[in-house]
């Protein structure tokens, strides 16, 4: 998950239309949060038709997991396997799950406009399975989706044409998709794109009962200039970095507006990478802005994925900038945790920080506690 790669843009230029879906810019968040887990024998019935938390103590529910879930699975197994799972996560003291229903322009749930993922090869549904297990312990469901990800150029020649994807990579007129390295990727700068962004979330919480949307740092893929240069052309900005930045904040705050135009008790969440200066100058992502003001997120969980002693960005220092963009704004400060990392060298830590989450084998306990002691909301941990 969540690794940033300067890639090399091989396009395959693609247009098309998609019907209009207006946010409402007007609508304020009504979100109500749950204080802290419910005892086990409280009656599900007590809660809210959503589930959400003011502390969170989450985990994420990748897809490179479904393999192992549900590749081969009959639907009573993936239960079992899930049930297990979300049992053991709660054992753990954890509240909130983000789920995995929508990693490559594709669908781990009933969808109308994406094609099912394909490490399903059954014909239940697994987000639906996954909201009944998690809810069945009080635990909050967030729907985790990749917007602007899509299939590689082999995974997209077997689609069938009925989707709305393929009919754009099939399109040698069309602009809104292109290919990256082998991948197609959705290029934000086009309405129509947000647009499609934003029926995916639509039809997730208009169809589920997930208590909300999480999206994470897969932005733009590459920062190369030849990926839009037409369009950056067409547009008549002068800078592309403000260009760029300014179209992904659109999309963000055009997904934010529909999550709660179809659902205002629904929360929104945005995990970006958790270099700060990265964001702006490879990702185009204007977490300052996000995390600072309602509007654009319910809460930010920026990937923190650094020990102590990373010469580039150390924890604690790198926790107090993000403390400090989300003081006072309302926004929840969420601090993603890199639990993947214990036991292993940290080649990009420099000297100092690379044998650390070996040496120190309690660095989650730690991160986790300072987190907390200087105000955040709740940490996530990516295992």
Known sequence: ?????????????VSCTVPQFQGNEDIQPETSFIEEIPPSQTDINDFPERINYKNQNAVWIPYIRYEEYMHGKSEDEFREIIRKEFASEYADGVNTLY??????????????????????????????????????????????????????????????DDFIIKQWAGNPDCRFVKVV?????????????????????????ENYNVDG???????????????????????????????????????????????????????????????????????????????????YCDYIVPQIYFGFNNEICPFEQTLYEWENITAGSGVSLIVGLAEYKLNKGDEWAGEAGESEWIDNPDIIQEQEQLAINTGADGYARYK
């Open 1 to 13: 998950m969540k690794r940033l790669l300067f890639l090399m843009p091989v396009f395959a230029l």
């Open 99 to 160: 789920v995995h229903a929508h990693p490559f322009a594709d669908a781990y749930y009933k969808s109308e406009i994406f094609p099912k993922g394909s490490m399903l090869d059954g014909d239940y549904d697994p987000l639906e399975i996954m909201i009944q297990e998690a809810h069945a312990l009080k635990m909050s469901v967030h729907a985790w989706i990749n917007p602007l990800r899509c299939q590689s150029v082999e995974e997209m020649n077997y689609l069938d």
């Open 181 to 205: 390295n082998g991948r197609y990727y959705l290029d934000p700068s086009y309405n129509e794109v947000r647009d499609l962004i934003c029926r995916c979330a639509e039809e997730i919480i």
């Open 213 to 295: 949307i999480h999206i994470d740092d897969y932005f733009y893929p590459t920062t190369y200039e030849e990926f839009d240069a037409v369009e950056f052309q067409e547009s008549g900005a002068e800078d592309l970095s403000e260009w760029r930045t300014q179209n992904c904040t659109d999309f963000v705050k055009a997904l934010y507006d529909t999550v709660k135009s179809c659902g205002k008790d629904v929360v929104f969440g945005i995990s970006p990478q958790g270099n700060i200066q990265a964001d702006y100058e490879s990702q185009y992502a204007d977490v300052r802005l996000w995390g600072s003001q309602r509007g």
